[in-house]
């Protein structure tokens, strides 16, 4: 149980295009999900706190406008990153709470590596 | 402010056991957690105390002292898939993670 999934694994897209990133809780709600950014040999980075119904928060530095989360079901996040850039190229994770399973730990989907041409 | 630390690399041999350690300093603690992350991988849970003492889980054991905000992963019988990024994260009082920057874990035959 508790099992993640994310779509795209990986992109490659021009520089100025748009790019959405969907995460999937397949076996449970989760009514927290997270967004990370992590840059080769770096750790993870907390972007935002995604809440099913409701507004992400944003952690500082991240702008909201370029990011954007929508966290429509119990089952689903998606990330779209705007007007993309060569530094926006990263590997992007999300992960989900299984409270309602009973579980303190987050569950992380296997990543998307997004390169900007 | 709130500060995870643990080494930044590891250098141990097959078949050996080694210690990684974290020290936590955070507002509020609901728990700590050890993450594996291959390269190139998502992190994938390794184990969770929240009690103080010793939790054993096959070749993986985690240990915790709330009073001295320590905790430490022990790995044993190391096998070169084990050469990967240990994460240590704190749960604070707002139930949002907190994360150390891992420590690299290299494995030598």
């Known amino acids: 149980g508790a099992v993640v999934s994310q779509h795209p694994s990986w992109v490659i897209c021009k520089s100025g295009t748009s790019v959405k990133i969907e995460c999937r809780s397949l076996d449970f709600q989760a009514t927290t999900m997270f967004w990370y950014r992590q840059f080769p040999k770096q750790s993870l980075m907390l972007m935002a706190t995604?809440?099913?119904?409701?507004?992400?928060?944003?952690e500082q530095g991240v702008e909201k406008d370029k990011f954007l989360i929508n966290h429509a079901s119990l089952t689903l996040s998606t990330l779209t990153v705007t007007s993309a850039h060569p530094e926006d190229s990263s590997f992007y994770i999300c992960?989900?709470?299984?409270?309602?399973?009973?579980?303190?730990?987050?569950?992380f989907g296997p990543g998307t590596r997004l390169t900007v041409l | 402010g709130q500060n995870i630390d643990q080494p930044t690399e590891m250098t141990a041999t097959e078949g050996a056991i080694v210690q990684i350690n974290c020290t936590y300093q955070?507002?509020?603690?609901?728990?700590l957690f050890w993450y594996q992350q291959h390269a190139g991988e998502a992190p994938t849970f390794l184990s969770y105390?929240?009690l103080d003492g010793l939790e054993e889980k096959g070749r993986f054991s985690s240990f915790l002292s709330r009073s001295k905000g320590y905790s430490y992963l022990l790995l044993k019988e190391l096998q070169m898939k084990d050469s990967a990024s240990y994460l240590c994260a704190v749960m604070d009082s707002n139930y949002q993670l907190i994360w150390g920057a891992g420590t690299k874990l290299i494995i030598k035959p």
């Open positions: 992960s989900a709470r299984a409270l309602s399973m009973g579980l303190p730990e987050q569950f």
């Open positions: 995604s809440n099913e119904g409701s507004k992400a928060t944003y």
């Open positions: 105390n929240v």
């Open positions: 955070t507002s509020g603690f609901n728990g």
